[in-house]
């Protein structure tokens, strides 16, 4: 059972650790995947492997500690 289906899920940090788990997660319980990270070389990874799963990924830019990025 996919509890996630088409639901679009926002996982900051997702460029490593904590984060892509759970965007990996996300994506196998059937969401598609923002990922959000300041590191564009990990976070294109996240993407490939969210994509892997089968499900739809796209990488956001961002340091969410800074108001004005969020």
Do not use: H
Not at 2 to 17: E, H, P
Not at 24 to 32: D, N, P, S, T
């Amino acid at each position: 059972m996919t509890l996630l289906i088409d639901i679009v899920v926002l996982v900051t940090g997702a460029g490593s650790g904590v984060g892509r788990t759970t965007a990996l997660v996300c994506a196998r319980e059937g969401a598609l995947v923002a990922v959000v990270d300041v590191d564009a070389d990990n976070s294109e990874e996240t993407v490939r492997q969210v994509r892997v799963v089968g499900r739809e990924s796209a990488f956001i830019q961002a340091d969410v500690t800074q108001a004005a990025q969020t």
